[in-house]
């Protein structure tokens, strides 16, 4: 962006030094007398996990004992999302391709990796139940694959419509939503998994929560990224 | 079935808002409003619900999410306060739906307002609901994101530069909360309030969290001197969002202050914190209401106006920390002032927002001859004003009667003088509004366009809507007063008391 | 000192250089960045805390809070990203005051 | 209920309802807001003679006309008693006949739903004032009142309107601060107050706090004595004369500067009772008062536009009140309760005049009243009757006063009054006399002989008849000032219940 960008006056970085260094010593006080030896709520976690329908006590914490965080994530995603769509201009702009002519190689090998990201996003969704994975990390991966087509020029596959992003964007959203509800008619709280069902109803919403999440990544990307044209436009005037 | 309906208000109090916010998204440009309209009023007879259950029950309600009872799982608790807050989300959200179905008229350039919306409807409703400190920073972070988004959407210059300056202080505000968060479950190995409120002990670590929490907190409310980005924020958003953020979005994190100081801990657990807080408060009052008096855009008075009233919130702290028996009438004055000054507030902004887009400007020097024009608009702006200068019969007064009693009954008289020195300087502000709105007529005197059509009654009436519901506060009052006391530090119990 | 104190205290020191940077430097995207740095310190003290329990396996509430946490973290600093890139190409400046003015962000009354 | 408690309700709430349904028939329906306005006044009227009704019944210690609402522990009740009943009816009654007058007088003037609507309200604050049961609901009304003015008073919207209202509201509002102060502070000393005959402190509390309640009693008089114009400040009051002539009439002689005096007879007699005398703080307002009858006759002499020389006449006038209430002897309350009704009835009678003089012949100063006598027999008439009275010549009401108040003040052992009472008459005789002479015996400006009609010049009857009444009201309560009923005896009947 802006070549020259003047700093603050002394007087300010001054100031923020002896804030920060306030702020500093405050830290290390509290850091310091942090007790060694409390466990926390491990041991209430070890204790439940057997009804949590995962194995993994990251997972379990994150998609049952406390899966309305989650929820509201996903939720915070999908918002910062529709905030970014709302100010990025048209639709349109936002799935032109980033790169028109793209590089030869990097295009032949964005197409050989793809596939390989899209199944290493499958065994993270898978691996989450019992070891350090899950959807966020499935969904990061796949949604690596989405950006490494975008900047090989296949940022538009031919199905996404305009309707059809927004339904990428939210499904996984929406499912979860439905699933947390839906669980209310059987009795329960809501998010209150049915005996026996916990394992299958989290793989559905780690599921959908994968699509989504790539589906938002690549959104952001390609929403936030400069048309190709923008970009060497500017680089004429650097010259 | 009523019964198992009943049972699951309080997440339906969430879920209501949280379910439309995407299918309005889905929805697109046109049917969007609809599924606002229809999930916002719902949600006002959920919040009523929710408010009789909770005046029923007389003590507070938990809602163990997954059926995880605390302290693994997230519990979401309705006692009076939350219930109140609730009531006036609801209420106020449902004015603004409705006066934003006219207001933005453009429906295409405005086709993601509707969800943004929904979210930040929803957001408040799960934060006024939330019982654990974690998932309270989750719903904060769901009220900043939807809060900025809407105060961008316009897209104009001046809009994208304040929402990046509330953006920058938000994001700031949470990170400082959420380090707040770490340090209290590393010293208490909880997250929920109830447990947390249990076994707090006056400990460096929690001591220090408490601090930091109240520094990001502060900086979300806008309290004097972190008040830089709520003027241009406010002011430049569009005015149903302008009304919401100063009516809500501001009391949110002024909500898990008034949790964490006056339901987890107490004012003293920090020793001069509620005196600082309450110094800032009072000088927030004198700057916000001085900034007022100098602004010439009415937008920006009003946004001023806001960082005036978010002053009397804090009185709250050090009053309840002194007032000893009479903690009740402080710790109600803050509530009552947070329900009362969103009715009021949002109104005024309402009504702003009827003059902009109806006159295309909002000078204050060109406001001449306003009553004249837009009887409707400049009634619903004054019976504001009344409350925002603590006069009777307004909610505003009721807050002031509790503050001056609070404050002479603890012998802390200055805080009276504050109180009412800010209701002057208030009456100061309204009148440079409404004083040119009763000057003669005079063609060159008033820059209001004699061609300029009709507003839509809705966006006039629900201003005035609010505006008469501020003012009725001060007189039918007492239910809410009533409501706001189930299972609060008001019904005479302070759980933490330092040693 | 303990492994959780070097965590803890290095999450302590990220957080007090994210945020001198936050204040000091103008540069829209520099905030942005300071602001992530400063996320970084603060998930770095609750994996601190995780470790201390003297068991194999770390206490896993406050690895999901900071799985949790990122997540936030990256939607709302991809939605700042997004406004302070729309804010350049509207107004060719990637700062919130002309330059000549830039004062630290709580000082300037907007 | 009662038909006692619903003239009680009806009283408060039918002026607030008026106000509505004329805001809400708005500026084009001119004949339906008229009809609308009338029968609310007529309305308003009846209930508070029927308030007046249920007070006499109850006189004797029997059960109130009450009614009230909840709020915290501070309550907003309303109850028909002996002396609220007497602001009540003055403020009601008047109001009819001002509202007949104002419709007549505003014909040709843009704005009237605006105008009459926060009239209504003005109306109802009044009479919420005067049937107030305890300090906070009057503290409620009082501080409607000032806000419903001040639309009022810059009704035309000229800029020496606005630099009125602006003056106005730089005494009313902090006025009202300090008002605010003083109640809070007296219901956290002594708990709800409800307004009884004869004091309703504490019994004690004068002991204990005698400083405390000494400052209450400052800030409740600061805040009071702004709209009763105590000297100095009554600064607002000539300045408000910007007002349309209905305004001036009904709120800047009656009801808006009564409820200020009413203020203060409440609070010194029916808060503080004895106590105040025993605080010593009676005889620096009786002081006061006095103080402000000779300033505001002094000051009156000195003006030459009529209606701010009516208005230092008010401000003089308005103290012979508080100066009776503070006296505290029988005979000087019953002096300054009657004064109440007599100096409304007059004052409003020559201000209706001075409005109907400036539409009519454009006369706006006392020097340009010559001869006016011969165009307006009728309401130059009425204006003496009314200036007579208020010096105090028999049988018109003032004397009544008057020789209440001077055989009151005997009793009190305050016999410098009676200086005072004389130094007034004599200026009050000497700032209404050249007018009345100037009227009757001096001849007409010569510009009104060329006029198209050089003759008679009286105003529309709907102007005419309303000051017609008011003077005759004003002579009937002096003429029959020892009939049963009449303001005076009602007077000494509160009197005699409050100095008990």
């Known amino acids: 962006m802006a070549s020259v960008m003047p700093k603050s006056p002394r007087s300010v970085r001054l100031a923020a030094a002896a804030l920060c260094a306030g702020f500093g010593a405050l830290l290390v006080r509290a850091v310091l007398a942090i007790p060694e030896d409390h466990p926390g709520l491990a041991p209430v976690v070890a204790e439940r996990i057997a009804e949590s329908g995962v194995e993994h006590a990251v997972t379990a914490v994150l998609l049952n004992f406390r899966s309305y965080d989650t929820l509201l994530e996903i939720a915070v995603l999908v918002l910062a999302t529709i905030g970014v769509l709302s100010i990025a201009g048209s639709h349109s702009s936002v799935w032109a391709p980033v790169a028109e002519e793209a590089d030869p190689v990097l295009s032949a090998l964005a197409r050989l990796l793809a596939p390989f990201m899209v199944l290493a996003s499958g065994y993270l969704l898978w691996a989450g139940e019992h070891a350090p994975g899950g959807a966020f990390q499935a969904g990061s991966v796949l949604g690596a694959a989405g950006v490494l087509l975008a900047l090989s020029g296949y940022a538009r596959p031919a199905w996404v419509s305009r309707f059809g992003l927004r339904v990428v964007i939210s499904v996984g959203l929406i499912v979860f939503l439905a699933i947390a509800v839906g669980v209310m008619f059987l009795g329960g709280a809501l998010l209150e998994y049915p005996d026996g069902y916990a394992k299958a109803l989290v793989l559905i919403v780690e599921t959908w929560l994968t699509v989504s999440i790539g589906a938002i990544l690549v959104s952001l990307f390609i929403a936030s990224a400069s048309p190709i044209e923008e970009l060497r436009a500017r680089a004429g005037d650097g010259r | ?499 | 000192m303990s492994q959780t104190d070097i965590y803890t205290l290095a999450g302590a020191a990220l957080f007090v250089i994210g945020l001198y940077g936050l204040i000091t430097r103008p540069h829209l995207i520099h905030k942005i960045l300071a602001l992530n740095i400063m996320s970084g310190g603060v998930f770095l003290v609750f994996v601190g805390i995780a470790r201390r329990v003297m068991s194999p396996d770390p206490d896993p509430l406050p690895h999901a809070m900071v799985l949790t946490g990122i997540v936030v973290t990256v939607s709302s600093t991809a939605y700042a990203l997004a406004l302070a890139k729309r804010i350049y190409s509207e107004t060719g400046m990637a700062a919130l005051d002309a330059p000549d003015v830039i004062e630290e962000p709580e000082a300037s009354s907007g | ?500």
């Open chain 4, 1 to 500: 209920m009662d038909w006692a408690v619903i003239a009680l309700l009806a009283a408060v709430a039918l002026p607030f309802a008026t106000a509505a349904a004329i805001f809400a028939l708005g500026e084009a329906r001119t004949t339906a807001r008229s009809a609308v306005n009338v029968v609310g006044a007529a309305g308003t009227a009846v209930a508070v003679l029927a308030c007046a009704a249920s007070a006499w019944q109850g006189r004797a210690g029997g059960p109130l006309a009450s009614a009230g609402i909840g709020l915290l522990d501070i309550g907003f009740g309303f109850e028909a008693d002996m002396l609220g009943a007497v602001f009540a009816v003055v403020a009601g009654v008047l109001w009819l006949v001002t509202t007949v007058y104002a419709i007549a007088y505003m014909s040709h003037s843009p704005d009237r739903a605006r105008f009459f609507g926060f009239f209504s309200i003005c109306v109802g604050s009044a009479i919420g004032i005067a049937l107030s049961e305890n300090l906070i609901t009057f503290f409620v009304f009082y501080e409607m009142l000032t806000l419903a003015t001040y639309p009022l008073v810059v009704h035309s919207g000229t800029p020496a309107a606005l630099r009125g209202g602006r003056t106005y509201l730089m005494y009313a509002l902090p006025a009202g601060a300090a008002l605010a102060l003083g109640v809070v502070w007296l219901h956290v000393l002594a708990g709800p107050v409800s307004f009884v005959p004869g004091g309703a402190l504490p019994l004690g509390l004068a002991a204990t706090h005698p400083v405390q309640l000494t400052a209450i009693f400052a800030l409740l008089m600061l805040g009071l004595g702004v709209k009763a114009a105590l000297f100095p400040l009554h600064g607002w009051l000539p300045a408000a004369m910007v007002a349309p002539a209905p305004v001036s009439s009904l709120l800047h002689a009656v009801a808006v500067v009564k409820a200020g005096v009413f203020g203060i007879a409440r609070v010194v007699l029916e808060v503080y009772g004895p106590d105040a005398a025993l605080l010593g703080l009676t005889l620096p307002l009786a002081a006061l008062a006095a103080f402000t009858i000779v300033f505001g006759s002094v000051r009156a002499l000195a003006q030459d536009d009529l209606k701010k020389r009516l208005a230092f006449s008010t401000v003089a006038q308005l103290s012979y009140i508080v100066l009776g209430v503070a006296l505290a002897s029988p005979l000087a309350i019953a002096a300054g309760i009657a004064h109440l009704a007599h100096h409304a009835a007059l004052k409003i009678t020559m201000f209706f005049t001075a409005g109907v003089v400036a539409e009519e012949v454009g006369a706006y100063r006392v020097s340009e009243l010559d001869g006016l006598g011969r165009r307006m027999p009728v309401t130059m008439a009425a204006f003496s009757v009314a200036a007579l009275g208020i010096v105090g010549i028999p049988p018109a009401a003032g004397f009544a006063s008057k020789w209440l108040l001077g055989t009151g003040a005997l009793d009190a052992g305050a016999g410098w009054v009676v200086a005072v009472l004389a130094a007034s008459t004599l200026l009050n005789a000497a700032y209404f006399f050249p007018i009345i002479h100037r009227a009757w015996f001096r001849a007409p400006r010569a510009e009104w002989a060329t006029g198209p009609d050089p003759g008679r010049a009286e105003a529309d009857l709907r102007m005419v008849v309303p000051l017609v009444l008011t003077a005759l009201a004003g002579l009937a309560m002096g003429v029959l000032a020892g009939a049963a009923l009449s303001p005076a005896r009602w007077a000494l009947f509160v009197a005699v219940m409050e100095a008990m």
């Open chain 2, 1 to 499: 079935m009523a019964e198992a309906l009943l049972a699951h208000m309080p997440a339906l109090a969430v879920v209501v808002p949280l379910v439309a916010a995407p299918i309005a998204f889905l929805a697109g440009a046109r049917w969007g409003r609809p599924v606002a309209l229809v999930a916002s009023a719902l949600s006002v007879p959920v919040a009523f619900a929710l408010a009789w259950l909770v005046s029923a029950e007389g003590e507070k309600l938990r809602y163990q999410i997954g059926g995880w009872e605390a302290p693994l799982g997230i519990g979401l608790v309705v006692d009076g306060l939350s219930a109140t807050m609730l009531l006036v989300t609801a209420v106020v959200g449902f004015a603004v739906t409705v006066y934003s179905l006219g207001y933005f008229a453009d429906k295409e350039r405005y086709r993601f307002f509707w969800a943004l919306w929904l979210f930040l409807l929803a957001s408040m409703a799960a934060l006024f609901l939330s019982a654990d400190v974690f998932n309270l920073y989750v719903c904060l972070e769901l009220v900043s994101v939807s809060a900025v988004a809407l105060v961008g959407l316009s897209g104009q210059r001046d809009a994208l530069v304040a929402a990046m300056r509330y953006m920058l202080a938000a994001i700031l505000g949470s990170i400082f909360y959420l380090l707040g968060v770490a340090l209290l479950y590393g010293a208490f190995g909880v997250l929920d309030l109830a447990h947390l409120a249990a076994v707090l002990g006056p400990d460096v670590t929690g001591q220090a969290a408490f601090a930091l929490i109240t520094v990001g907190l502060v900086l979300k409310t806008a309290l004097f001197p972190a008040h830089f980005w709520l003027p241009p924020a406010h002011a430049n958003a569009p005015s149903p969002v302008s009304a919401v953020l100063s009516a809500l979005v501001v009391k949110g994190s002024f909500y898990i202050l008034l949790r964490l100081w006056t339901d987890v801990g107490d004012p003293s657990y920090v020793p001069g914190m509620g005196t600082l807080l309450g110094v800032l408060g009072a000088m927030a009052i004198v700057w916000g209401s001085v900034q007022a008096l100098l602004q010439e855009r009415l937008k920006m008075l009003v946004a001023y106006s806001t960082v005036a009233q978010i002053g009397y919130l804090f009185l709250l702290f050090p009053l309840v920390e002194i007032a000893g028996s009479h903690v009740v009438d402080a710790w109600s004055a803050g509530v009552f002032h947070a329900v009362s000054h969103a009715l009021a507030k949002s109104a005024m902004f309402l009504a702003a927002g009827a003059v902009l887009s109806r006159f295309g400007h909002d000078r204050i020097d060109g406001l001449g001859g306003l009553s004249r024009r837009a009887p409707v608009t400049t009634m619903a702006f004054g019976l504001s004003g009344i409350t925002m200068m603590g006069l009777p019969p307004s909610g505003g007064f009721v807050v002031k009667w509790l503050y001056i009693t609070a404050a002479i009954e603890s012998g802390a008289w200055w805080w009276a003088i504050v109180v009412l020195a800010g209701g002057l300087l208030a009456a100061g502000y309204v009148a440079r509004v409404v004083v040119p709105g009763f000057a003669k007529a005079r063609d060159d005197a008033s820059d209001l366009d004699v061609d300029a059509g009709r507003l839509p009654r809705r966006m006039e009436f629900a201003a005035l809507a609010l505006a008469l519901a501020a003012l009725a506060l001060g007189v039918l009052g007492q239910p809410v007063l009533d409501l706001m006391a189930v299972g609060s530090p008001a019904s005479g119990v302070i759980p933490w008391t330092g040693q």
